[in-house]
């Protein structure tokens, strides 16, 4: 892992705080992900299972926490199992877990090898009633592999079919929403660096240049401040590809005239950051372009301004879209016909903008985090409308990330990323 060690008292307190919701004599299981082939002896780079990684902090595969409150042994009521390291193992893969180091990184002071499992588990679950099991209810979730959650919720229902069941993932997405105060730095650290990659950018556009050398100056920046890369696969979207909204090729030159849509952000210890910007090839934009890129902007400042305790994420969706229908018709994209008539599942607005403008972001970019239940102060949220116009060949999207307060507006985590007019082609002619 190239990132700091975390102060390990985020994971303590966490695992405190899903400990306090479980129902007397009841244990939760947590599995790592697996490490998921490409072919031949080739595998995906790993990536921990976000919810493993929150309660614990342990960053390696084949790896299960155990939490079991009220178990008769103190030892067992935080418990980690990790693959048994040895020098074998060392000199071919390098440093994995001792039970010293689990105990650093984590806080559990009980650690078995993976192999003690079923053995020790067995004597837990006699003494438990109830099991929760970590499903994955993301509101955007496809999962079509098998899991190693997946495969142990499988394997623990027919070996242990006389206990109850409970769901994680409830708990889950209520304290995953709202972050500690370690985690919102850890947010910023990835905003930061994406802000020092984005910066670098601004000053090596230029007329010409290609879609994926843009996308290498992100990844080179990212990688020598300590990030593993992209938080998610990145958007570099030059002339009309910005109306394709994954468009991820980012395959084509850039030519003078064109806008180049920017979605990139850095990851930093598991963390995401998620940022959009839009900036003119050449380094000035037209007239046209900065009418549209202002109407986008101001529909970001209010909507950013909506983001306080008690607004409800659907409602907030409904406003965001009479700010932007309210642009829209200033220019003269909509007229007052298109709204009356509008159809009120699929909004006038929608022909231009037709995702949606916030979203949770943590550990995962699309984050898990209540949306039924009025927003609290410490959600992290992103801010991103936009316009897209295929018929004129460029689309606009601005994208912050952004901390809800107690009061007042929300704090901006991206407040030093250039967004204004000025700002970026300030940027560019240096
Ligand atoms: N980059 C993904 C998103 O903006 O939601
Ligand atoms: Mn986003
Ligand atoms: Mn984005």
């Given at each position: 892992m190239?990132y700091?060690?975390?102060?390990?008292?985020?994971?303590?307190?966490?695992r405190?705080?899903f400990?306090?919701?479980?129902k007397?004599?009841s244990?939760?299981?947590?599995?790592?992900?697996?490490?998921?082939?490409?072919?031949?002896d080739?595998?995906?780079?790993?990536?921990?299972?976000?919810?493993?990684?929150?309660?614990?902090?342990?960053?390696?595969e084949?790896?299960?926490?155990?939490?079991?409150?009220?178990?008769?042994?103190?030892?067992?009521?935080?418990?980690l199992?990790?693959?048994e390291?040895?020098?074998?193992?060392?000199?071919?893969?390098?440093?994995?877990?001792?039970?010293?180091?689990a105990?650093?990184?984590?806080g559990?002071?009980?650690t078995?090898?993976?192999?003690e499992?079923d053995?020790?588990?067995f004597?837990?679950m006699?003494?438990?009633?109830?099991?929760?099991?970590?499903t994955?209810?993301?509101y955007?979730?496809?999962?079509e592999?098998?899991?190693?959650?997946?495969?142990?919720?499988?394997?623990?229902?027919?070996k242990?079919?006389?206990?109850?069941?409970?769901?994680?993932?409830?708990?889950?997405q209520?304290?995953?929403?709202?972050?500690?105060?370690?985690?919102i730095?850890l947010?910023?650290?990835?905003?930061?660096?994406?802000?020092?990659?984005f910066?670098?950018?601004l000053?090596?556009?230029?007329?010409?240049?290609?879609?994926?050398?843009?996308?290498?100056?992100?990844?080179?920046?990212?990688?020598?401040?300590r990030?593993?890369?992209?938080?998610?696969?990145?958007?570099?979207?030059?002339?009309?590809?910005?109306?394709v909204?994954?468009?991820?090729e980012?395959?084509?030159?850039?030519?003078?005239?064109e806008?180049?849509?920017i979605?990139a952000?850095?990851?930093y210890?598991?963390?995401a950051?998620?940022?959009?910007?839009?900036?003119?090839v050449?380094?000035?934009?037209?007239?046209?372009?900065?009418?549209?890129?202002q109407?986008?902007?101001n529909?970001?400042?209010?909507?950013?301004?909506?983001?306080?305790?008690?607004?409800?994420?659907?409602?907030?969706?409904?406003?965001v879209?009479?700010?932007?229908?309210?642009?829209?018709?200033?220019?003269g994209?909509?007229?007052?016909?298109?709204?009356?008539?509008?159809?009120?599942?699929w909004?006038?607005?929608?022909?231009?903008f037709?995702?949606?403008?916030?979203?949770?972001?943590?550990?995962?970019?699309?984050?898990?985090?209540?949306?039924?239940?009025?927003?609290?102060?410490?959600m992290?949220?992103?801010?991103?409308?936009?316009?897209?116009?295929?018929?004129?060949?460029?689309?606009?999207?601005?994208?912050?990330?952004?901390?809800i307060?107690?009061k007042?507006?929300?704090?901006?985590?991206?407040?030093?990323?250039?967004?204004?007019?000025?700002?970026?082609?300030?940027?560019?002619?240096?």
């Amino acid at each position: 892992m190239k990132y700091d060690l975390i102060d390990r008292n985020l994971f303590i307190k966490n695992r405190k705080k899903f400990m306090t919701q479980m129902k007397p004599k009841s244990i939760a299981v947590f599995n790592s992900n697996d490490i998921y082939p490409i072919g031949a002896d080739s595998t995906h780079p790993f990536q921990q299972s976000r919810d493993l990684f929150y309660l614990s902090g342990v960053d390696q595969e084949e790896s299960i926490l155990v939490l079991f409150p009220d178990a008769h042994e103190e030892k067992h009521r935080e418990v980690l199992f990790v693959r048994e390291t040895n020098k074998h193992i060392a000199v071919w893969e390098g440093e994995k877990l001792t039970k010293e180091k689990a105990l650093e990184v984590s806080g559990i002071k009980t650690t078995y090898w993976l192999e003690e499992f079923d053995k020790i588990f067995f004597d837990l679950m006699t003494e438990a009633d109830t099991i929760y099991f970590n499903t994955n209810e993301h509101y955007r979730q496809a999962v079509e592999t098998k899991t190693r959650e997946a495969r142990f919720i499988e394997w623990c229902k027919e070996k242990y079919p006389a206990h109850k069941w409970e769901k994680s993932n409830s708990i889950l997405q209520e304290l995953r929403g709202k972050k500690e105060p370690q985690e919102i730095e850890l947010i910023q650290q990835a905003c930061t660096i994406t802000e020092k990659a984005f910066k670098r950018v601004l000053q090596f556009v230029k007329p010409g240049v290609w879609e994926y050398e843009i996308e290498a100056e992100f990844i080179h920046e990212f990688t020598r401040n300590r990030s593993r890369g992209f938080s998610y696969t990145p958007i570099i979207a030059s002339g009309k590809n910005a109306n394709v909204l994954h468009y991820i090729e980012n395959k084509a030159q850039c030519k003078e005239g064109e806008l180049i849509l920017i979605d990139a952000g850095a990851e930093y210890a598991n963390y995401a950051s998620d940022m959009t910007r839009t900036i003119p090839v050449s380094g000035k934009f037209t007239d046209r372009q900065k009418e549209i890129y202002q109407a986008v902007l101001n529909v970001k400042k209010e909507a950013t301004k909506m983001l306080v305790p008690g607004t409800i994420w659907k409602d907030y969706h409904v406003e965001v879209g009479k700010l932007m229908t309210s642009e829209l018709l200033r220019l003269g994209l909509l007229d007052k016909a298109d709204v009356q008539n509008e159809n009120p599942d699929w909004p006038a607005y929608k022909k231009y903008f037709m995702h949606g403008t916030s979203h949770h972001i943590g550990l995962d970019t699309h984050d898990y985090g209540a949306l039924k239940q009025p927003m609290t102060a410490n959600m992290v949220f992103t801010v991103e409308p936009g316009i897209y116009l295929p018929d004129e060949g460029f689309g606009i999207r601005l994208e912050d990330d952004v901390v809800i307060q107690e009061k007042g507006e929300p704090f901006n985590l991206m407040r030093d990323i250039p967004i204004e007019i000025d700002e970026i082609e300030d940027w560019m002619n240096r």
